[in-house]
Every structure is written in C-alpha cells, then in structure tokens.
C-alpha cells in the first residue's frame, strides 16, 4: 500500500529543502541534496524535483544545481535522464561510516555527544507535545500510523532510515516548519554514530513499545504522555550511545 501524504506534499510540514545561505552555493547544494537522502525525505527509487523547482526551493542558479548533481551522480548517489518521463532519481544513501571513524565523528559534533543529545532532547519531546495538542485530519493520523508500523516492521538494513521517518512524521505533525527543520538537524548530528554501533534485538523491541506509545499519545492528545514517553525513548538511545561510545 502506498504511503497516505498530506496535504503539503509526501513530507508534510517538513523543510526537505532549506535554501542556500552562504557564499559556499556549490558545497551546500550538495549538502542539501544528501540531507534529503540521509534523512529518507527522499528515498532510493524516487526522484528530486524537477530542476527548475529544485533551483528555486534552493535559491541557486540552475548550473550550480547541475554541478551538484552531477558531483553526486559520479559517486553514485543520483542518476540523470532525459525526457518526458526523465529527471534525477535517488539511487542509494550514502555508505555508513565504518565504526573505526567513530572517534573522528564525535570530533565533528558541535558541542560534543551530550550537546547533541540535549538538543536531540528538546526539540524531539517539544515536536511531540506540540503534536499532540494539534488537531490532526484523517491523513495525517494514518501518516503517523503508517510510519510507525513502518519502523516497526523494518528489517535490520532498513530500520534506521524507518525510525527517521517516524520521527520526521512527528515533526511534520508538530505543524511548525522550524521545529520540523530542528528535528531533521538533531538527527542528522546522531544517525552517524547510531549507523556505527550494533543493533541489539531488545532494544528494537522496546523501541516499538515506546513508538506506539508515543503514537497513541498524540494521537489521543495527550500531551504531558507524549513528552514523557518520547523523553523516555530518547533516554533509551542516549544511554546506548554514552556505553558504546565511551572511552
């Protein structure tokens, strides 16, 4: 069954594509692009938007956008064609990072592991609460649903990029662009490291428990239940990551 969308589009109130801010337009497109496909915004077998759209979302030149592509499709990430039914299609996600740059990834956090968890904290408990207290149409309560059933039924290889998008869908839910663009920026800082360590069956389990938990909390607009049980599943994660990443 193909995945209910909302009214925004298959991402909601979720920024897929923030526009260019610095004199770097080259560096950042590329970044963008693989922003999009590192949170599963847009996912290998689907298509960017057309490059004339793309350029103005990103408000950049139509060559810069072409360079950017092109870049990406050397190394794999995208493939062009031409034509009616042409354009540029997601091929695969960038590789994970193998465990030995652990060290170098923690280097690059701003503010280190904890900074990261605690912005992860804040801005994930407050997307669900302010989801939670919105009143949400049939569309985007069954997003939600499908999401996490999504996640929850997720093979090993698949289950990160799953667990994103569940999150992300929170996000959209939370019906604020900025709070949706600060969830997609705490996952992009940890999905590395939680891409690094292994991923233990219990865990996974518990994980689905507090997914539905979470769900059937904003679902029933329940805020103070939606915080404290999306605190608790960040908790989770956070612990996990302190022991493995440990010195």
Known sequence: MDEVTTSAGPNGGFPVFQAVRTGNAFEETVERILRSVKLGAIRPGERLPPERELAAQLGISRDTLREAIHALAAEGIVASTRGRSGGTRVL????????????????????????????RHVVETGAAEAAARRRLGTAERRLLTQRMDAAEHADAADYRIADTRYHLALA????????????????????????????????????????????????????????????????????????????
Do not use: C, K
């Not at 695969?92 to 904890?114: I, M, T």
């Open 172 to 247: 959209e839910l939370s019906g604020s662009t900025q709070l949706a663009a600060a969830v997609g920026e705490a996952r992009l800082r940890v999905n590395d490291l939680l891409d690094a360590i292994p991923m233990l069956e219990a865990n996974l389990r518990h994980s689905a428990e507090q997914h539905r938990l979470i769900s059937a909390s904003v679902l029933n607009g329940d805020t103070e239940t939606a915080r404290r049980a999306m605190a608790e599943h960040l908790e989770g994660t956070a612990v996990l990551l302190r022991g493995f990443l440990a010195s």
């Open 92 to 119: 695969r996600r960038p590789a994970p990072p193998p465990p030995e740059r652990l060290p170098e990834l923690l280097g690059d956090l701003p503010g280190g592991l904890e900074d990261a968890l605690t912005f």
